[in-house]
């Protein structure tokens, strides 16, 4: 059984670009969170996604996307970034929409 | 609005002692409550959890304590080991909707 993976672990982008960060679940989970983590803050969540629908959506601008795919990996999308958009970005796996979530190592945005 | 707060951002004990982290929180609507252990470079593990029909759930080492009516919920660790030094995360959710996390403490055990 494999666990939450997520790449890239780092990247780094300049202020106006687009984004794309990757999350591969759990086998056998169909939910799908992400979250951003700012430093010193907890987890922020961004949206979720259960069997390829958006399931919930926090309080983030539109220019933060989503995807969930049949085998319910997911993709983030970020567009335009902005100098606060460096953060980690968490995603988060579970069985079903009501259980406890698994994550996974995070992928550390930086926008210069 | 901070429906989840970790009053205290960092906790030092020495090993072997009892450590006790603290989380409160202000919706009556949570239901659910977990503990996540984050170390640097790593994603959060889940540790425990408690649902809101128990006042207590224990696993080893850990223990968690729930308090309705204060909302307030409590992680024992005992006895403390070295390897426990980490960002520890409460977090609460209510039915299936979004996990709602502190800011989270910073445990240092002491050898």
């Known amino acids: 059984e494999t666990g939450v993976t997520q790449s890239p672990t780092h990247l780094i982008k300049t202020r106006g670009q687009q984004v794309t960060l990757r999350c591969s679940s759990q086998?056998?989970?169909?939910?799908v969170s992400w979250y951003q983590q700012a430093l010193g803050q907890g987890p922020q969540f961004i949206f979720q996604?259960?069997?390829?629908?958006?399931?919930g959506r926090g309080n983030f601008p539109p220019r933060f996307s989503g995807l969930q795919f049949p085998n319910y990996s997911s993709e983030l999308n970020v567009n335009a970034l902005e100098l606060d958009d460096s953060a980690l970005y968490l995603c988060?796996?579970?069985?079903?929409?009501?259980?406890?979530?698994?994550f996974g190592q995070g992928t550390r945005l930086t926008v210069v | 609005d901070q429906q989840v707060k970790q009053n205290s951002p960092s906790l030092s004990v020495q090993e072997g002692r009892i450590s006790i982290l603290n989380c409160d929180y202000t919706?009556?609507?949570?239901?659910?409550f977990l503990w996540y252990k984050k170390y640097p470079a790593e994603g959060p593990t889940f540790l425990i959890s408690?649902?809101?029909?128990?006042d207590k759930n224990e696993d080893g080492r850990f223990t968690v304590f729930l308090n309705k009516s204060a909302k307030h919920l409590s992680l024992h660790i005992v006895p403390s080991q070295p390897g426990d030094s980490a960002v520890y995360f409460c977090?609460?959710?209510?039915?299936?909707?979004?996990?709602?996390f502190g800011k989270g403490t910073k445990l240092t055990v002491n050898p």
């Open positions: 996604y259960y069997r390829e629908e958006e399931n």
């Open positions: 408690i649902s809101s029909i128990k």
């Open positions: 977090a609460a959710k209510s039915g299936s909707e979004k996990l709602v």
């Open positions: 086998s056998g989970h169909n939910t």
């Open positions: 988060a796996s579970s069985e079903v929409v009501s259980t406890e979530a698994f």
């Open positions: 919706n009556s609507m949570f239901d659910y």
